[in-house]
């Protein structure tokens, strides 16, 4: 996500020069030939206006379909952030409800807390590795005990495999009376929330946009910038200023092909680019959420933006 | 759904080839009239936007429409993703979580987990051929036991009638112990979830997009694709290159066309087209994790895209 | 529901005959006028212009409240099929689910399933009258014990009052055994639910889209037809095809007028028109899929489009 | 809430004719000056046609989120009407369910029964005074007992102080077994959803869509009529027929002025106007069914419009 | 949040300042140069136009989005004020319920009420501090026990602790018979909505409307401003009223920074700015109704709006 307020100008340029270069060299063309009095190349501004607009038309709907996408896996990791702070919650708050009981033993109990908040932690890693589709599952070791880890590596889907784990753990909990009652009942509903954040975000992942649009306003952002400098150089030479029409297309196909690139990158937001979710920093947070609310003290260093991007 | 990011300028120009092919009739009509002096065929350019811009509404409003639909039958598929996984989860932890108690029968248990799960895989299976209104029923055969598979194949709703069996079986599993307290309860929530998704699917399968913006789109389309050349000719012979209405008219006739027809693919995503909801690779993978969870070994292969386009 | 997709151009134009009527007489007007020489008539084409984007405004944002209307009441009866469904359902698995129960009745929980059942079904065809306002309650007495269905003929919300009925059948079943547990807590889940999409389509069809944005809609769309006329003759007498000015204006007034009234027929989607929500078809579904729960062979016949329309 | 389908072009132009006089002054002034050549007002038609469309984008703007806060505000009483119906048939259904225990006395469940159902009544009644700011609390005093009425008057947040008491009377009823079991906890998902309707329309009284917006949308209304004459002037001079330009100045600034102002009622639905949501109404409809469903015979009249309009 | 209707023009206007200057700047130097007769800077108006209209897409595109933070915010906000007081109505009638077991101690009761109703205000102002990062944390001290105070100022994450604190305080009620049965149950519903709440205004807070979308929005805006008096200098000079051009421009210019600037207000609600969400005055009101409902006669003095501004 990028943080920072200002753009570098020759990155920006650099975002779109196969746009400005294709607008460049139809220019120079253009104007060369008209130059030559070769002048069958003057077409009416109205064409390019009409085909502006149909442009405008596509771009927007891109354009608004593609920051849904974004904003939506944000809210869907909004959703996580909650759901495993509430779930750790329970965990601990239930758990600790059992101390009055009988069969109560502390450090079975305490040990189940802290399990149970590392596998929480785990799965969120897990997640930002399968969305990202990187490969350093040794990350989640320190979570996580040997042999579940070990087991971990050998599956397809690592994220659903930790659910099922936390399943199992919780009603081991409630059959050696760690946990009671209904307490399983009220995890669960945390485990469901985070089940469907994990199958929102997949979702996005392996649906792109819909190809076609981003085709054809590819397509048509190519067309626009090859005809605009034709029904420009009418207008330019009746006002004896012709060569002012490169820069004038220029800047116009500039502002469309920014319109459209801008859109882009928001479509796919687990890249592991900058323009990404904040996978990195939210899966910190929630990391030292938790461990805080289980009482440690020494937490990891908070992420924050490198050079006004935070990843 | 397609996958690939370029197409084949071909087959796109077949796409919208009666509208192409009409567009330059007309142009070449009206160029001919012209070239005779038959002058009375000129209209201003204003009239061609002023309905260019009614079109676009149109458009703009059947696009939007029509990907709402495309993507919400996308979500509802991914929500099937997630309650088959969740209600797995379930089937699997809480038949495990009776293991300590005196009426467990590990076989019983073991026999009623795979049961279930691949009720739940069939129950997937079947929506698919029951929205896209394919016979081949015999692919289910393998996930349900001969005598369901019979009843089954002679009812009308067949992924209802298979939600019913479940349910039978969740409750027969609650009376003879293998469940227990309230399983039956949290697993009710998943199948009402499935419920509501296939529901969700039906309406959209059975409910076109309205009609009325159907016709007059396209009626619109061909009355602007008409009156295009008209407009045309009066600026394109004052500056004495007439013959170049041709291609220019073709060029917006184009844009225009495909803008209509982008959206009008994606109006019904079950039809077992290239632009459907990609059913066969969801219910594959809903296939592949269901199977991994219950412990088997080897999965079904990965569904992948074939020449850009994934089922 | 319109399911053709082709309509009949005859129908198409009376649809719209007073504005295109309108349209002819003040086109032939002010042609009449200007071939007099009384050219005070003339005005700019970009008054039109202007007042046809203002009005775009408005019919835009009228077309998609319509259209949300329509499209959230279908969503409604969706919901309705599905809730239906799984009431059902959970009475047939419910009740089967006493078997093994000391106090176990088979007739009795036969005939609760079965009269439920068929309640369910009286609900549905109560709501479908109950908003298209008709009074041929008799429909509803073969689902109905003959005491129900008189008190229900002289109640004023039918289908609420078959609500308070189901409730009360469901309790009684609870005390004298033929359900039990967490039974009665499931089933008031779907009696919520078809509750709360009773009053959405009570709210949908007692709460006509706002009056002001129908009423200055006509209103702007005379307007615009008014002025067309003045501001097209000046282009076309100076082509010297003024009597081209006529179909020109007539084209682009019957291009508004079906934009305006597409939006129109949607509005109210509960009216016993051809452009209604197919409550009929859609009754006839859940009957059909309800009485083969029940395991019922002889199902009514499936209602299909006729000439093109779905009711 | 507005009924009938046609309006009073009286009271329509009245409604504008603060900016339909300002429009006539600037009108004739610009056109009293031209008359006497001092020319220098003439501007360019595309100043109006760029300032237009701007302020079209904001009026779509406000009129989209002016609408969607009224329809919110409908929907949310939509609700009310539900929950209201929802509760009163659990109220009623759970309490006749304990009529085969022990502990059940006839007159006790029949007071409850009536004395819960007209305090929902009256909460329904007060919180349409609570949002119209109205005095009158001597209309609650019938629904509710001497003694509570008193405190109540005394209360800052009449309906939430209901609330409470409804909540308390609940209580009191499972301790004394009137109700039992598990009836709470349903009753208090209708408590629980009719707090936060009550929540939601609180929420659009007390926020005005932002002031910002309202404030720019008349500012650049003004300014358009302002300079709506001077870029009219030219065009119409030119065809020697300048006084025309004043009724086509008036048209267009009408049709912009109404398409601010018709957003602009519908901005506040809670203030006792006659574009409010139909409070009284819906109020009504909550009371006839309940006291219905209670079996009372005598209902009292039902609210129908007025003149047109329903309050 | 802006209370009142009218603007004052001068603080509007230093608003925008930049821009204007900016525009004023240009526009003098093109009408120096072209009184000079140095005419090669007249550019077509149509330039404007299309730059206009691309602008105009992303100025809307951005306010949309903008707004629609700002009301969900809101609403965010106004789910707090609903949740706060079903958890405190929870409280009270819960704890009350249990006057009539064995083990109830009054005092012990009152004690826990007045303390958890504390506890939920000191939640709901400790996140307004948290969202404005706001250090005066001694705000809370009054509603919490000294012990709970220390620690929290120790936390990181302090609305988070507090729900903590909160959970472990009704299972501990729970365990000593001050609370019983389902109690907590209902009650973590609220506490899951609450947290739910926070983790929305986190998210606003935390990601910032995308920042390509602002960056480009102000780079096409100063461009749009810098072309702007180019083209319209020629049509100016054809009517001989040249210096016209200059506030025609700044007019213009005005809009469209007008336009962009009131979008970028409301894009982060949580800044201690008078386009705030009001926390303050949504925090007050949560105090006042709360303690209300404890029976308090004293409430704290309610926030009103001050010289037009609530915060």
Redesign the interface.
Same mark, same amino acid.
Not at 210 to 216: I, M, N, P, V, W
């Given at each position: 996500?990028?943080?920072?307020?200002?753009?570098n100008p020759i990155r920006v340029i650099q975002y779109v020069q196969k746009e400005i270069i294709f607008s460049l060299l139809i220019s120079l063309l253009v104007w060369g030939f008209y130059e030559q009095k070769i002048s069958?190349v003057? /077409?009416?501004?109205?064409?390019?206006?009409? +085909?502006?607009?149909?442009l405008? %038309?596509?771009?927007?709907?891109r354009?608004?379909?593609s920051?849904g996408r974004?904003w939506e896996a944000?809210?869907l990791w909004?959703?996580i952030?909650?759901s495993s702070?509430?779930l750790a919650?329970?965990i601990?708050?239930?758990t600790?409800?059992h101390a009055?009981q009988a069969n109560f033993e502390k450090e079975r109990s305490e040990t189940f807390k802290k399990e149970m908040v590392n596998y929480c932690i785990a799965w969120v890693h897990a997640l930002r590795l399968h969305l990202r589709k990187q490969e350093n599952w040794e990350e989640l070791q320190s979570f996580l005990s040997w042999e579940d880890f070990k087991v971990l590596t050998n599956?397809?889907?690592k994220p659903?495999?930790l659910? +099922?784990l936390m399943?199992?753990k919780?009603?081991?909990a409630?059959?050696n009376g760690t946990l009671g009652g209904?307490d399983s009942?009220?995890m669960?509903?945390q485990? /469901?929330a985070l089940? &469907?954040f994990?199958?929102?975000c997949?979702?996005i992942k392996n649906?792109?946009l819909?190809?076609?649009?981003?085709?054809?306003t590819r397509l048509?952002l190519y067309?626009f910038i090859l005809?605009l400098p034709f029904s420009l150089i009418?207008?330019?030479t009746r006002?004896e200023?012709s060569f +002012?029409m490169i820069p004038?297309a220029l800047? %116009?196909s500039f502002?469309?092909a920014?319109?459209a690139k801008?859109g882009e990158? &928001?479509e796919d937001p687990f890249e592991n680019r900058i323009?990404d979710v904040p996978l990195s920093a939210l899966c910190n947070t929630i990391e030292?959420?938790l461990l805080?609310?289980l009482g440690q003290k020494d937490?990891p260093k908070k992420l924050e933006a490198e050079q006004g991007f935070l990843f």
């Open positions: 996500m990028i943080i920072k307020r200002k753009f069958l003057v /077409l009416p501004f109205s064409i390019s206006a009409i +085909l502006g607009s149909a405008a %038309i596509f771009i927007a709907f354009n608004n379909s920051y974004w944000r809210t909004g959703g952030v909650n702070r509430v919650r329970l601990i708050t239930f600790d409800s009055h599956s397809q889907n659903n495999f659910q +099922l399943g199992k919780i009603y081991n409630m059959s209904f009942f009220q669960e509903g485990l /469901l089940a &469907n994990q199958g929102g997949e979702r649906t792109p819909l190809r076609q649009y981003d085709f054809f048509f067309a005809l009418g207008d330019f006002m200023i +002012l004038v800047i %116009i502002v469309f920014i319109l801008v990158v &928001n323009t030292r959420d805080e609310m937490l």
